[in-house]
């Protein structure tokens, strides 16, 4: 403890993960003991909550390798880029010499676990959607929305339509989201969200995702409530949602479940993290709207602009057009914005 040099040699040898795998026990322990005696700031909370969600998190990460599991999603967003935020906050937080060095090698497994989890058994799970299996249908709705894997093969609709026939609870949950997100929404397409969201509100994380969106729209009832909504984005994403942990950063931004301006902007920060580290597309538009949202017209100019460029997503091509529309954040230019409106479109 004396030697500041060599507190963490154990951890930076060569062999301090397995298989790809972190050892999260290791960090979780080392840090504990060290971190707050070390820590510029003077409240410990953030630091506490990383950890506890790192607690959770870390049983999750040892599946990585699981060449037989289709929970990419889950794993992406349950643990690596918890692991992401809490590397940015010891970054500017903590006070050790060889930090750069410790997140640094952190880094590098991170981004080639995510790297292989985005390739890993393309090939297994088509062959199990042309047998009609439930499970490989609905991943694989998943991964056609995300662009992980882009086939002209199959409709998605028809997928996820197919999955929740089988009564797979998570499948009814994005049925149900996607009926609400229609543009004309009816009575008759609101009770047939409900029919479906209702049965499986507690057999799927993604379902207290929906019911926080109904939440903070007031759709169902016309009255939104964003603190009961940001209460069930939390409990979603800690379950491995990844979309409610996009969601739930975003109200967090906007100061919803905290009055603390360091908690606010880790909701920022939450929102880049998970935007680069995942080339998550939901997570650079609610960041972008966010900079919109506070005046920060730069900011938001130059997040739709990366967003556009990495993931190819039609939302942030039409977004990044209005920018050159109306001069937000940028000059000008109705040139670009005609060919990004017209390849939106």
């Known amino acids: 403890r004396n030697d500041h040099k060599k507190t963490y040699e154990p951890i930076l040898s060569d062999d301090f993960s397995k298989n790809g795998n972190m050892d999260i026990t290791t960090i979780f322990a080392l840090l504990y003991f060290d971190f707050p005696d070390r820590c510029r700031v003077g409240s410990l909370d953030v630091f506490k909550k990383h950890i506890e969600t790192i607690k959770e998190a870390r049983n999750d990460i040892s599946h990585c390798t699981d060449t037989s599991s289709f929970s990419e999603n889950k794993l992406i967003s349950n643990g ?42 393309n090939a297994r799970l088509k062959d199990k959607v042309k047998n009609n299996d439930p499970k490989a249908q609905l991943e694989m709705f998943i991964r056609m929305t ?15 339509e197919a999955s929740a026939n089988a009564g797979l609870p998570e499948a009814k949950a994005r049925l149900a989201l996607h009926i609400l997100l229609k543009k ?12 479906l969201i209702t049965p499986v509100e507690n057999d799927s994380p993604f379902a207290k995702y929906v019911l926080g969106r ?24 800690e379950l491995g949602c990844e979309e409610a942990a996009v969601r739930r950063a975003y109200l ?3 100061g919803i479940g905290t009055s603390q301006t360091l908690e606010k902007r880790m909701g920022t920060v939450q929102l880049k993290n998970i935007a680069r580290n995942t080339k998550n597309s939901y997570a650079y538009e609610l960041l972008g709207m966010y900079y919109y949202e506070t005046e920060q017209y730069t900011d938001s100019f130059s997040t739709f602009k990366e967003g556009a460029e990495i993931t190819n997503d039609v939302y942030l091509e039409f977004r990044l057009a209005e920018c050159y529309y109306g001069g937000i954040g940028t000059e000008k230019n109705y040139k670009k914005a005609f060919d990004l409106f017209n390849k939106a479109s």
């Not at 590397?87 to 090698?105: A, C, R």
């Not at 929404?185 to 409900?194: E, F, G, P, Y």
């Not at 109904?214 to 994403?237: F, H, M, N, R």
């Open 80 to 121: 690596l880029y918890i692991f992401n935020d809490f590397l940015n906050y010891l970054k500017n937080h903590w006070d050790y010499e060889g930090k750069d060095e410790f997140i640094t090698k952190y880094r590098n497994i991170i981004g080639g676990n995510i790297d292989y989890i985005k390739t890993i058994d």
């Open 146 to 160: 995300s662009g992980v894997v882009s086939d002209n093969e199959y409709d998605k609709w028809d997928l996820l």
């Open 184 to 195: 004309d929404l009816s009575n008759d397409d609101i009770d047939k969200a409900l029919s």
């Open 214 to 237: 109904i939440t903070e729209t007031g759709v169902t009832d016309e009255k939104p409530d964003l603190e009961k909504a940001y209460q069930y984005y939390c409990e979603s994403a």
């Open 252 to 254: 967090l931004a906007r």
